[in-house]
C-alpha cells in the first residue's frame, strides 16, 4: 500500500487514521531548534465527518487512503440509498443515508455532484454550490410586497426548507446557495 | 508565471536596514565580521538537524547548518569576537516558521558567559526595534513547572509522556523519550502560552549541545533561548572549550544516531584541534534573522520575508 511521510503531509492529502480514510485539513511542522521535529495536524474522518488532532514525529510514515474525488451524476433515490452515474463511464455508484448526509436535501435528478470514492465506494456527497429548486410549498404570496423585507418559510421539490421573501409563490422556480442553505434569487421559468 | 518575489519590496528594504544597523551595532562594540565556507567536509553531528550533503569534486561536502564550528576555529586562531550574517541549512524543515535555507546572525564574544550574552542581545534588539520591548527571563526548570506544573527534575519517563498525552492533542507519547517529551512539551504546549521577548535559560544537561556545564548545578547546560511570543528566535551557549569533553560528545551523538537507524557523521577533527590548542573563554549565540525581521514587522510567516520559495 502506499504511504506519505510527514514531510509530504499537506492540506487535501488522504490518509487512513485507525481505520478510517482521513483528509488533512492543516499541518503545521513545528521543531524546537536543537530538538526533536513534530507534525500537528488536523484531520477530518471522511466517513463520520469528525475532526480530530494529531501530533506525529516528523519523518513517521502513514498509509494512504484509497480515496477519490469525482464527478458524478445524480440519478435518483430507491429511498434507501441515493444512485449516481458516472457521466464517462456510465458506472454506477448507490451511496447509503451516512455517505450522503444532508446533501440528501438538495439532489435533483441529472444534477452533477462530487461523490468521494473510498475504495470504489461512496463515502460522502457534495452537492453542486448552487441549485436550482421549485417550491412546492409555502404559505400564499402578499400582492405587490416585492420590495420590502421580511421572509417565510417553503419547502423545495427535493424537500429542502429555505426562506424566501413574502412574494413568491407555490410552482415558482428558486435558486439556493447549497453552502449556507440561503436563498439567492428567483429563477424566470 | 509567478515570477515575483514572495517578500514585498518594502520588507527587503527593512532587511537591508536591519543589517545596516547591526554592522553598525557590532562594529562600535569592537566585533570583528567575518565569513566562513557554508560549504564544508564535516557538519554538525546533532541527533535532530539534518545537513544537506553535497557532492564536490568527487568528495562528499555539507551545506552548512550554522557557522559555529568554522567561527570557533577563528576563535581559537586568536580573532577576538567576531559576528556574521549568513545563510544556513537544514535539511527537512518547512513551515510557516521554518525554511530549509535561511538566514542566521551568529557571534561569539570572548569573556563573556552566556548572562553577559543575554543582556547583549537585549541591547541589539532594542536598537533595532520600531517600538518599546521588555525581556523576561526564566529558567528550563522553572518554565515547565509554572506552565505545566511539572518539575522536570523529578518527573519519570511515565509522567512526562502521560503529560504528552495530556497536554498535546492527539500525541501518541509512547515511543518517545526524555528529550523528546521535553521537546514536543515545550514546543507545542508551552510556546504558544509564552508572551513577549523571554529568555529561557538552563537547559537539561542532555540538550546541552555545545554549552558548558553549570559551574553550579551540573545537571543543567549554560544554554539559553530567546522566543518572542513563544517563537523561537536565538540559541546562546556558555561555550564548551574542553576539547575532550567536545570529543565525547561528539561521540555520544553518533553512538545515538546509529541506535535510531540514523548515518553516523564524521567527526570534525579540525575543530577538535582548535579546541586542542585552547579557545578563550566566550560566549555565543545564533540568532535566526528571518524570523526576527517577521517579529520586527509584525509577519506571521516566513514566506513574507523570503525573497524567493519554491
Known sequence: MASYSTNEFRS???????????????NEFVKPGKGQAFNRVKIRN????????????SGESVDAADVIDTEMQYL????????????????????????????????KAQDTCEVTLYNGSPIGVTPPNFVELEITDTDPGLKGDTAQGGT???????GAVVKVPLFLEIGELVKVDTRSGEYMSRVKK | MNWQPCASLEVIRQRARIYKQIRAFFDTRGCLEVDTPLMMPTTNTDLNIGSIPVAQGGRNMYLQTSPEYAMKRLLAAGSGSIFQ????????EAGRLHNPEFNLLEWYRVGYDYRQLMNEIELLITTLSLSQCSFSR????????????????QATLAELRRCCEQRVAGADAADLDTDQC?????????????????????????????ARASGVDASVAERFELFHDGI??????????????QRARFERDNLARRERGLPELEIDEHLLAALESGMEDCAGVALGLDRLLMILLDLDSIDQVLTFRD
Open chain 1, 152 to 158: 417565510k418559510p417553503a419547502t423545495l421539490e427535493t
Open chain 2, 138 to 153: 526564566i529558567s528550563y526548570r522553572e518554565l515547565f513547572r509554572g506552565a505545566l506544573e511539572l518539575d522536570i527534575e
Open chain 1, 12 to 26: 487535501g492529502l488522504k490518509i487512513m487514521m485507525d481505520g478510517d480514510p482521513c483528509a488533512i485539513i492543516e
Open chain 2, 182 to 210: 521535553l521537546d514536543l512539551l515545550l514546543a507545542a504546549a508551552i510556546a504558544p502560552t509564552m508572551q513577549g521577548y523571554q529568555f529561557v535559560y538552563d537547559y537539561p544537561i542532555s540538550q546541552a549541545a555545545l
Open chain 2, 232 to 245: 523561537e528566535l536565538a540559541n546562546g551557549f556558555s561555550e564548551l572549550t574542553d576539547a575532550a569533553e
Open chain 1, 46 to 57: 471522511l466517513k463520520t465527518g469528525r475532526v480530530l488532532d494529531k501530533t506525529f514525529k
Open chain 2, 85 to 92: 550574517i549568513c545563510h544556513a541549512f537544514r535539511e527537512g
Open chain 1, 76 to 107: 435518483y433515490t430507491d429511498g434507501e440509498f441515493w444512485h449516481f452515474m458516472d457521466p464517462q463511464t456510465y458506472e454506477q455508484a448507490a451511496a447509503d443515508a451516512n455517505a450522503v448526509g444532508d446533501a440528501s436535501q438538495w439532489l
